[in-house]
């Protein structure tokens, strides 16, 4: 069994990131300014300290008791913080709603955020009925209950999850968006399940195809009223897909696949079939809806891109971003998110006037395999417009492109897997827009 090791960031004493950029930027006077509040601090009595902090209100009577709300909920302060759908949709339940990246923090995506994509609504799966067949090319098929599936070797891994329709608003240009609607078709979650190879293990090992034989592939379906259904190249994922229970510690939620989901770490989102009820070894793609029709790309000379599983590396700046305000000049840190199929990110480049000049950001660690990479560049706002992008390297040497190398390569025909350098404008009055 693989075991990912969390690296912990290296930290200064003071808990603040070393960066001496960071202080440059700062400038001696802020600098000096923290320095005098911490000398003040040293020296004040316990009064002089209390002294301007009146008694808020909520300081002044017992709070609310606990088991209040017996499942959490965040502030009500927070109530913004909600995925939203990026148009109506003429039936709901084939739709998608999209996270709040501008408003989230670190790389995990809590669950009541994380993006949805359905084509046919949210199943109510009574676990107990439920059952995950294992067939095909197997040495002996079986049928799963959930409870034999929990009793199986299992394992937690962070992935980020992208539907390959993410960013399609930008195929022809600034679409004006704000971050939520251009990108937020993105989670990363910490998944808990069985490895798939632990489970063809579990049904005898696939039969081996004999030399010369046509490689194994496996086709997964979902319980939905979709019966979503695609088929995936068995040997290229064997280790390192996952069948998964559990999401962010807790078990799925519903319309995130309750109780059982395929996460293929990489591939993009429609191959990480929900409400998983059937793995099926075969010797070859089953040519399905969503892997012929759907999910495939036209490309400038008719043909057409099938089977395009990889997420291309990708990047994009949360803070500062549309519907963010710089509200005067000086310091902002500019932090964002970064992620590829193929690997883990190696770096992250930063351009504030539009790409003519590039800067390396700070990189967060750990940075795992196949997961979300937080970023952070220091950069002073002159108080003058600027134009800000952010630029991935992944760990195969792989550089975002630009747009316009994109529609070069893939013509305008292109809807899935656009990740596409993205830019943000800042006016002279601090506003920050898609443009
Ligand atoms: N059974 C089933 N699986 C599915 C889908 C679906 O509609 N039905 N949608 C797919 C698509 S297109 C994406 S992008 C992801 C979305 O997963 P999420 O809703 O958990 O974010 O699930 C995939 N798996
Ligand atoms: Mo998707």
């Given at each position: 069994m693989r075991f990912i090791p969390d690296r912990k960031p290296s930290l200064p004493a003071d808990g603040a990131p070393t960066s001496s950029r960071r202080r440059r930027l700062l400038g001696s006077a802020a600098l000096s300014a923290l320095a005098a509040s911490h000398a003040r601090a040293a020296t004040a009595t316990p009064a002089q300290l209390l002294d301007p902090l009146a008694v808020p209100p909520w300081t002044r009577t017992p709070g609310a008791p606990i088991l209040?709300?017996?499942?959490g909920l965040p502030s009500?302060?927070?109530?913004?913080v909600v995925r939203r759908a990026a148009r109506q949709w003429p039936m709901p339940g084939a739709a998608s709603s999209l996270t709040p990246l501008a408003d989230l923090h670190g790389t995990l995506t809590p669950n009541g955020l994380v993006y949805e994509r359905h084509h046919g609504g949210v199943p109510d799966i009574d676990p107990d009925v439920h059952r995950l067949a294992v067939h095909g090319l197997v040495a002996e098929p079986k049928l799963f209950t959930m409870d034999d599936l929990l009793r199986l070797p299992s394992e937690s891994r962070v992935h980020f999850m992208e539907c390959s329709?993410?960013?399609?608003?930008?195929?022809?240009?600034?679409?004006?968006?704000?971050l939520q609607l251009t990108h937020g078709l993105l989670s990363c979650c910490e998944w808990t399940g069985v490895r798939l190879s632990t489970l063809l293990e579990a049904v005898g090992g696939s039969t081996r195809p004999a030399s010369g034989a046509p490689p194994r592939w496996i086709l997964a379906e979902g319980?939905?009223?979709?019966a979503m259904t695609r088929s995936l190249p068995l040997d290229a994922i064997l280790d390192r897909a996952l069948v998964v229970y559990a999401q962010n510690g807790e078990r799925l939620r519903p319309e995130n696949g309750y109780p059982l989901r395929l996460i293929v770490p990489?591939?993009?989102?429609?191959?990480?079939?929900?409400w998983l009820r059937r793995l099926k070894v075969v010797?070859?793609?089953?040519?399905?809806r969503e892997e012929t029709s759907k999910y495939t790309g036209l490309l400038p000379d008719g043909r057409a891109r099938q089977f395009a599983f990889e997420m291309d590396a990708k990047s994009v700046i949360t803070?500062?971003?549309?519907?963010?305000?710089?509200?005067?000049p000086g310091y902002y840190p500019i932090v964002g998110l970064a992620w590829s199929g193929r690997g883990s990110i190696r770096t992250v480049e930063i351009s504030?006037?539009?790409?003519?000049n590039w800067q390396t950001a700070r990189l967060e660690a750990p940075?795992?395999?196949?997961a979300l990479t937080r970023f952070t560049f220091d950069w002073a706002w002159q108080g003058k417009p600027a134009t800000l992008l952010s630029r991935a390297t992944d760990s195969t040497g792989y550089v975002q492109p630009t747009r316009e190398a994109l529609v070069a390569a893939r013509g305008l025909n292109s809807y899935y897997h656009y990740n596409g350098i993205q830019s943000w404008r800042i006016g002279t009055d601090g506003s920050v827009s898609n443009a």
């Open positions: 209040e709300h017996p499942y009500s302060f927070e109530s913004h329709g993410n960013t399609a608003s930008e195929w022809k240009g600034s679409s004006g968006l704000p319980a939905d009223a979709a990489g591939y993009e989102g429609n191959t990480h079939v929900k010797d070859g793609p089953l040519e399905t803070r500062p971003s549309p519907g963010q305000r710089l509200t005067r504030t006037d539009g790409g003519a940075i795992r395999d196949r």
